[in-house]
């Protein structure tokens, strides 16, 4: 490198600090970008071969692609010629935001975790219909699966008496209840009559 460095012109070995670098950040931004799409169709073949759900891609390229972005933007900042102790030192300082927020969003990150479970146990699917039951009773959301993302199942409301409505469920909810499935369409709810309770605990008469 330094034989052939003589034979440069001076004014080029003056740029060869700029050049090289320059250079090699291209390199590291392409190898990074031709990463990202082998490993994406790579994705897709494994998907398509092991029948996986559609809606497990997009969380699954996410990942990929903010990895090698980090490990591309790494890479560059060194040959950029920032040390490893401030490379360090930035890393543990992200990491502690990083925890400080990982409990403050705790809940969305449960029903990310959810949605992922879901996506793969398939406990239900888009166009089921099904009726989540509460321990108590009190309320038992039940419609048809209209959409699943990363954070609510939309069912569409099947109760009577309400419209046309839909019911975004947080997937942390729905995954820690009893999820009933039915086969086909359910049974219309029927509204409850006013003065039910009353008839089914009638008062005594008075006494004479």
Known sequence: MQHLKGRLPDWVQDWLQII??????LLILLAAWLLQRLLRRLVRRASMYYQLPSE???????????LILASALLLVLDRM???????WAAF???ATVGAVAFFAAWSVLSNLFCALLIFTVRPY??????????IAETMSPIGRVVDINLLYTTLEDHATGRGRAWLQIPNAMIFQRVVRRFQG???????RPAGTTAAANPEPPPTP
Do not use: K
Request: hydrophobic share 50%; with cysteine; aromatic share 6%.
């Open 20 to 25: 090289v670098p320059g250079v090699q950040i």
């Open 56 to 66: 497990l891609l997009g969380p699954i390229n996410g990942l990929m692609r903010w």
């Open 81 to 87: 010629g920032i040390s490893a102790a401030v490379l």
């Open 92 to 94: 543990t300082g992200f």
């Open 125 to 134: 699917r888009i166009g089921d219909y099904i009726e989540v039951l509460d």
């Open 185 to 191: 369409v359910p049974p219309p709810c029927a509204p």
